[in-house]
């Protein structure tokens, strides 16, 4: 049935934001670039939630969104901060090249994810996560300043790119059971995202990514306090 290609139509528009988005980087349109990985991002919740919905799931689809993941928020990303770099003064276009180190760590741990992943965990950063860091800091390329130096981009990638494929378990935000209780870190985060976004605009999100560890750090130390208070 058509209906049950919905969500691969939904997985593809995802991929194609991602070209677009380095057509327009490569034009010289940062937000433009920006947005589209935005949207990407809207098309990749989407997909998920619809095949979820129509009872679609496959592993083509499964396929699929690796594939175009790969696309909108591994290289896309790259090229955002391959341009930022190479348009530092001081860095050559041999430094910015460094930025692409991003795009195999993505390649790497969406490899890893589609052969061993746990539903309620992810093992490293997200790669869609690392798509909204980029593209916040693209976003604001002409005013965030400091953050956006050479020396502080180059950290940044290094950063990031260890981040995708570390083995740091971090919190899942697929929503099963919408007790408090249950799904506090998701409704915390989210809050926290939204409050950040609410005062400083698109650089807000990327504040939130960078607070992504943070708080898995705390959400499974306290669950697992939890459990040996429960053992005990």
Not at 152 to 172: G, H, P
Not at 190 to 205: D, H, R
Request: with cysteine; aromatic share 16%; proline share 3%.
């Amino acid at each position: 049935m058509l209906v049950k290609k919905i969500p691969n139509i939904l997985t593809l528009c995802n991929l194609l934001c991602g070209c677009m988005s380095m057509t327009y980087a490569f034009g010289g349109h940062l937000r433009v670039a920006s947005c589209f990985i935005f949207l990407a991002a809207v098309f990749d919740f989407l997909d998920g939630l619809v095949a979820r919905w129509l009872d679609a799931r496959s592993p083509i689809g499964g396929q699929l969104d690796s594939l175009s993941d790969v696309v909108s928020f591994g290289v896309a990303p790259s090229v955002l901060a391959y341009l930022m770099l190479s348009s530092q003064p001081s860095w050559g276009h041999y430094w910015a090249c460094t930025a692409f180190v991003m795009a195999a760590a993505s390649a790497y741990r969406l490899a890893r994810f589609n052969i061993c992943h746990d539903e309620d965990s992810f093992r490293g950063m997200p790669v869609p996560a690392n798509g909204i860091f980029w593209a916040s800091l693209a976003f604001h390329a002409g005013n965030a300043g400091v953050f956006l130096k050479g020396g502080y981009l180059l950290a940044l990638v290094a950063v990031m790119s260890f981040l995708l494929v570390c083995n740091y378990r971090m919190f899942s935000f697929k929503i099963r059971n919408r007790s408090w209780q249950a799904q506090k870190v998701v409704y915390v985060f989210s809050g926290t995202a939204i409050v950040l976004f609410a005062l400083f605009g698109f650089l807000g999100l990327a504040g939130t990514v960078i607070l992504y560890p943070f708080f898995s750090w705390v959400h499974f130390q306290m669950e697992s306090r939890e459990t040996r208070k429960n053992i005990s």
